[in-house]
């Protein structure tokens, strides 16, 4: 037994004229178009919202860590070797502990790199000194913080600055 649901007759002319007519309709859907651009244009509106609310949050990134001097940090080039006393901030201003400093030449020459990982004071050596015909140069200082935390080091540092003298 067939079910009722089962069509055994061919279609009548009137669907397949009713098929051809779609077929052949080159008409458009009015006012789809413009509906389109409105959903698009509030859809990001909403979502522009939405990630501004939740780039306001700002617990989940890293924090940046800089280098604040306790004394000055200029040094003339006759007073090298030299400590000076600094402490590593986050951007609150709290200190922070267990980061390792490294200091490298910038305008100023250095042999070697001078890094400190338990003090905090860094010693200048004895070797920095300035190029021919320059009567300031530059010491860079770079932080490392602990590998499991999440702070950075991305922006610069202040500078030891070395002077002739």
């Known amino acids: 037994m067939r079910s009722p649901l089962t069509r055994t007759e061919p279609p009548s002319e009137r669907t397949t004229d009713r098929l051809q007519s779609l077929e052949s ?11 389109l651009v409105i959903a698009l244009v509030v859809g990001i509106a909403a979502l522009s919202v939405m990630m501004n609310m939740l780039g306001g949050v700002g617990e989940f990134g890293d924090t940046e860590v800089t280098i604040e001097w306790e004394d000055d940090h200029v040094v003339q080039t006759g007073d090298l070797a030299e400590s ?20 490298t030449a910038g305008s100023a ?57």
Do not use: W
């Open 84 to 103: 000076l006393s600094f402490s590593v901030v986050d951007e609150e201003g709290n200190e922070l502990e267990e980061f390792t400093v490294i200091l």
């Open 109 to 165: 020459q250095l042999d070697d790199p001078v890094h400190v990982s338990d003090t905090n004071t860094i010693t200048v050596p004895d070797d920095a000194d300035l190029r021919r015909d320059q009567d300031t140069g530059t010491l860079e200082v770079e932080i490392v913080p602990p590998s499991n935390s999440n702070y950075v080091d991305e922006r610069s540092n202040p500078e030891i600055v070395l002077i002739d003298g």
């Open 25 to 35: 309709d080159d008409r458009a859907i009015e006012g789809l178009p413009i509906r």
